[in-house]
């Protein structure tokens, strides 16, 4: 089973699924699935990360590491 961890408010909460909605009313941390180890081949999850308030923003800051693909991907 593919775990995709999320660390919200200071709560460690694992979710058994890939993808799926997040309440953003306080600050936290989303990780890939089988973080640390390297991204596992074919998943594509789809998370939708909602405020509070309509007049809310949600601010996303990317690790300097963060690569979207391996340098040597063919």
């Known amino acids: 089973m593919d775990y995709f961890k999320t660390f919200w408010g200071g709560k460690r909460k694992y979710l058994s699924k890939c993808g799926g909605m997040l309440d953003a009313s306080e600050a936290g941390y989303i990780t890939s699935p089988g973080?640390?180890?390297e991204y596992?081949?074919?998943?594509?999850?789809?998370?939708?990360?909602?405020?509070?308030?309509?007049?809310?923003?949600?601010?996303?800051?990317?690790?300097?590491?963060?690569?979207?693909?391996?340098?040597d991907c063919k």
Do not use: G
């Open 35 to 37: 973080y640390p180890l």
């Open 40 to 71: 596992p081949p074919h998943q594509n999850c789809h998370w939708v990360v909602t405020a509070p308030e309509p007049t809310q923003r949600i601010a996303l800051n990317f690790n300097p590491h963060f690569e979207i693909e391996r340098l």
